[in-house]
């Protein structure tokens, strides 16, 4: 039998690690779900928001310590996608131990980000209109105003953080990469497929029925795809196309 894997789950933005806990039951066993929570929400609320998305990654791999000497692997959902690439990307820098793969969905490619719209972002206001536009998040956030206020902190602050994010031209990382996107969300395939560069292995593109929260709209598919990518597949991942970003 071979060994378990972890698969380290980073959030999108606005979000804590709590919107992956229902995936600890619902993958199989061998695959260990570790939400990574960021700092200034849910179980770190108490710790000041990431100055920049450098410390950001400073911060996330002081996290990932404890895994990183056995298999595991990176996963993140839109801003998420971007801290994982970032984590890879500085594993590989201090010649410590790579993710076995890296899973991004709902994301651009670090080299083909378009932050057109986070820079567009005047205050509460124009982030409600954002966070009801992407969906994703539950009414009853919608309906307790403490609860929102504490929201829309948290979306500010991390929109503040990708937006401090700077492309660099990097060796491709040695490690596969797996590119999940909607099928009616509006990031450009070409954007999607640009994950390739990153990758000096293979890179896959899957689609899935839903808008950006695909990963909800879609989760048994989601999930049976991230089984799949990791060695063992579970339950069929039905309605994905799943072709290599090389053109294999």
Known sequence: MAAPITLLCLPCAGASATMYLRW???LPAWLRVEPVELAGRGSR??????????????????????????RYA???HSMGALL???AARRQSSLGLPLPQCLIASGS???????NSRLARMRGHADLLDDLRRQGGTP????????????????????????????????????LPVHVMGGRRDDIAPERLRAWQDVSQESATLEYFDGGHFFIRDSEPAVL?????????????????????????
């Open 45 to 70: 609320i108490a710790d000041p928001f990431s100055a920049g998305f450098e410390e950001a990654v400073n911060d996330i791999c002081a996290r990932l310590r404890p895994w990183t000497s056995g």
């Open 74 to 76: 990176l996963y993140g």
């Open 84 to 86: 994982a690439y970032g």
């Open 139 to 174: 009414q009853a956030v919608f309906e307790d105003e403490e609860l929102l206020a504490l929201t829309l902190a948290v979306l500010e602050a991390d929109y503040a953080l990708c937006l401090d994010y700077r492309h660099h031209d990097e060796a491709p990382l040695a």
């Open 108 to 114: 651009a490619s670090p080299s083909a980000r378009d």
């Open 224 to 248: 049976g795809a991230i089984a799949a990518h990791l060695g063992r597949p579970s339950a069929p991942s039905q309605g994905v196309r799943h072709a290599s970003l090389d053109g294999a």
């Open 24 to 26: 600890r039951r619902l």
